[in-house]
Nanobody
Framework: QVRLIESGGGLVQAGGSLRLSCEASGSGRASTDYTMAWFRRARGPEREFVALIDWSSGHLKYGDAVKGRFTLSRDNAKNTMYLQMNSLTPEDSAVYLC????????????????????WGQGTQVTVSS
């Protein structure tokens, strides 16, 4: 059973930076054929795609709203994914959620939250103006 735990959220002023972490625990799997991603939920039920990493290849993707400002990285030894967020604006305020796609049945559907199998509980990011 895999658990995802986010951390690093908080209150930051516009223009500031924040780094989020997502630690995967209890994975205990030999295969690295999975995708880990960041989504965010500003309001309502919709989860907006932020960024992902294909764990085996290291391939990265970013949502249009965060390109050039956010950077995803990982630490294989710690089973941890990071999201460095720079030049934050109030529009970035949201609950940031870590997600895992174990099956990758639809590579074109990476931005669809319904493709992801495991979710963390989220960490709140609030950007003040």
């Amino acid at each position: 059973q895999v658990r995802l735990i986010e951390s690093g959220g908080g209150l930051v002023q516009a223009g500031g930076s924040l780094r989020l972490s997502c630690e995967a625990s209890g994975s205990g799997r030999a295969s690295t054929d999975y995708t880990m991603a960041w989504f965010r939920r500003a309001r309502g039920p919709e989860r907006e795609f932020v960024a992902l990493i294909d764990w085996s290849s290291g391939h990265l993707k970013y949502g249009d709203a965060v390109k050039g400002r956010f950077t995803l990285s990982r630490d294989n030894a710690k089973n941890t994914m990071y999201l460095q967020m720079n030049s934050l604006t109030p529009e970035d305020s949201a609950v940031y959620l870590c997600a895992l796609d174990e099956f990758e049945s639809c590579r074109e559907c990476y931005a669809d939250s319904r493709e992801y199998d495991v979710w963390g509980q989220g960490t709140q990011v609030t950007v003040s103006s």
